[in-house]
């Protein structure tokens, strides 16, 4: 889960990295308010879970409530990477001397927490990267000790922070580095960390990423999840209990069991056709859940057919034969359907599936031939 930028800042806040919070305001009064409140010029910042605002002019300075009430009007309604602005962040403005990126990533590779560093900050890291790879350094930290002060000066060094300034970087490492092991993230940056004209080391800008399995957890983040900018039909899976991606494709998918749904997308693929989305409705699944991700799949009207794959391990299979029944007699939309199921009691699921008139497969590449079939060939 992503968090907004003045989320994120919150959260560094605490963890005593030095930047200027500021307000939020949906409306330019509300940002001409909290200008006037904050006083001196200020930054008025489009907040959408999206790189490149400033480019895509959703960050503008302003020097007075006036000019800040014009620029928030220009930015809410905004339409950045096809995000509507609806909250803007005004904070008070910095000089900017120097921008530096300093992010943390969860590195699977490294199976550690891991420092990214530049000197070119601003810039996405992702284009640095490209242009400029040699302007990074990637430091591991350790799993068990964490981040030491000797990496923090190195980091410093690397970065050439102004030697008055080193040990204010590393109170911003250390908080950076408390609030992503904290709050189970999988990234946490600041970009640009900047150096001003009157010599303050602050975060400009911020992001955290969340690790959603550990979300449960806590629940004081969760509460920070901007519903305006997710796929409705993703909040209704967790809702449901179901792990759901939208893809693009017009073949449904539902299998229980995050592998096997990901088998059965590449099996879909090789026969020609192209998976509407990845669907695991988990272990045990009864009627009631199956008939959410029936809503849930049809929900999105590129879907031309379903493909049912049902391991039965625990789950019986005929239990979810009847389950894939009842559902379907309570769907609006019909749309052909191919089932395989196999694993306990897959004889018995036979009868009820093929009296309810539903398409059978015994092999998987059947049913993926057969799906694209009922969909309408390739597409
Ligand atoms: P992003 O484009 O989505 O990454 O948004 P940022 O918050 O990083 O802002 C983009 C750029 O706007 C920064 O790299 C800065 O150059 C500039 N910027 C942001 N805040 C301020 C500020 O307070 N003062 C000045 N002078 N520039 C700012
Ligand atoms: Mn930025």
């Given at each position: 889960m992503k968090l907004q930028e003045y989320r994120s800042k919150e959260i560094l806040d605490r963890h005593g990295v030095p930047l200027l919070a500021g307000r939020t305001a949906t409306t330019p009064e509300e940002a001409r308010a909290a200008a006037e409140e904050i006083g001196g010029p200020v930054v008025v910042k489009a907040q959408v879970l999206v790189g490149g605002r400033g480019k895509a002019g959703g960050v503008k300075l302003a020097s007075d409530p006036d000019e800040a009430e014009q620029k928030a009007r220009e930015i809410i309604g905004l339409d950045i990477k096809g995000i509507t602005v609806r909250t803007v962040l005004v904070a008070p403005a910095a000089e900017i001397a120097h921008e530096y990126y300093l992010g943390l990533i969860l590195d699977r590779a490294a199976k550690a927490i891991t420092v990214i560093a530049s000197a070119e900050g601003g810039v996405e890291i992702e284009e640095t990267a490209r242009t400029n790879p040699d302007a990074i350094l990637r430091l591991p930290l350790h799993?068990?000790?964490?981040?030491?002060e000797h990496q923090s000066r190195r980091v410093a060094f690397f970065l050439g922070i102004p030697a008055d300034l080193r040990k204010d970087f590393g109170r911003v490492m250390r908080g950076l580095f408390d609030a992503f092991v904290q709050s189970d993230a999988d990234l946490a940056e600041i970009n640009p960390l900047v150096v001003t004209d009157d010599g303050r080391l602050l975060a400009l800008d911020a992001k955290i990423v969340l690790d959603d399995s550990a979300l449960p957890r806590h629940p004081d983040l969760e509460a920070m999840r901007d519903l305006n900018e997710e796929e409705p039909s993703e909040i209704a899976a967790r809702e449901a209990g179901i792990s759901f991606i939208k893809l693009d494709g017009n073949i449904g998918c539902m299998v229980n069991g995050a592998g096997l749904a990901m088998t059965t997308m590449d099996l879909v693929k090789l026969a020609g056709g192209e998976p509407a989305n990845f669907l695991d409705i988990g272990g045990g699944a009864k009627a009631d859940k199956v008939t959410a991700a029936f809503r849930i799949i049809l929900d999105d009207p590129n879907v031309k057919a379903i493909l049912i794959n049902i391991f039965g391990g625990i789950t019986r299979g005929d239990e979810v034969a009847r389950g894939i029944v009842e559902a379907r007699s309570q769907l609006e939309r019909e749309v052909p359907m191919v089932v395989r199921i196999v694993g306990t009691n897959e004889a018995e699921a036979k009868p009820i599936l093929a009296e309810a008139q539903l398409i059978t497969a015994d092999s998987l590449d059947d049913a993926a031939a057969k799906a694209v079939a009922a969909a309408g060939g390739a597409a």
């Open positions: 799993p068990l000790i964490g981040l030491q």
